[in-house]
């Protein structure tokens, strides 16, 4: 879905790039990234990422066929700032994988760990705020996730909700990061035993039979008007 919404791009500027894990070996990117650590961990076949912030892009404009950033944007100090700056340096499409708030605390797991679901929704910027921002024609559409979703965000095991019983897996998703240790193991605690009693099966087990699953998880892509 991201590739397309790149609309036949060549040259891609990924903002908040990571370790990489949402560009495609097929395209010429340029990633942007400031934490050294994230940097550190991309893997040999991707192009070293540049030292930058998205507020303050180091391009000129309309410098790359298109511009992407995935699971970043609430993590900019200034996300108004570093959108425009997307916009300014792509002659072409602007895409946004992210979050809707508005449907964050749809997902089964509000019914275990509120507090987590809670902080996810406070930290997503709105939807309607980001296509503001952007500019431009905007289109916005949900994103259906597998149940074999290999990426370790919390609606990844809607069908798989003994993963997110692995400290580990939860480690991943930064939101767990925001609540105390009592919480977690009350939710530990509880998700263990509603599924060694069946409770889990008995009210969200159709999820486990279902190939697709399509929560808060969005692509934002704006094109230039």
């Not at 979703?149 to 003994?162: H, K, S, V």
Request: charged share 25%.
């Amino acid at each position: 879905m991201i590739t397309a919404a790149l609309g036949g791009a060549r040259t891609v500027i990924n903002v908040g790039a990571g370790a990489g894990s949402y560009e495609s070996p097929t395209l010429e990117v340029t990633a942007v990234e400031p934490s050294a650590t994230m940097r550190a961990q991309r893997p040999a076949h991707l192009a070293p990422a540049v030292d930058g912030v998205a507020e303050h892009l180091p391009f000129g404009d309309d410098s790359f066929d298109a511009a992407m950033t995935t699971f970043s944007v609430h993590q900019w100090s200034d996300y108004r700032a570093g959108l425009r700056e997307m916009r300014r340096v792509a002659r072409g499409p602007a895409v946004v994988l992210t979050c809707d708030p508005d449907l964050v605390r749809g997902f089964w797991l509000y019914e275990y760990a509120p507090e987590v679901l809670d902080t996810e929704a406070r930290r997503y910027p709105a939807i309607a705020d980001l296509t503001e921002a952007l500019g431009g024609h905007t289109t916005v559409t949900l994103v259906p996730i597998p149940v074999d979703c290999t990426d370790g965000f919390n609606e990844a095991y809607y069908a798989r909700p003994e993963m997110l019983l692995d400290p580990g897996a939860r480690q991943a998703c930064s939101a767990w990061s925001f609540v105390d240790e009592r919480a977690r193991e009350r939710f530990a605690a509880d998700l263990r035993g509603d599924l060694d009693s069946g409770a889990w099966d008995a009210r969200f087990g159709a999820l486990r039979q279902q190939p697709f699953y399509e929560g808060s998880l969005v692509v934002i892509r704006s094109v230039p008007v």
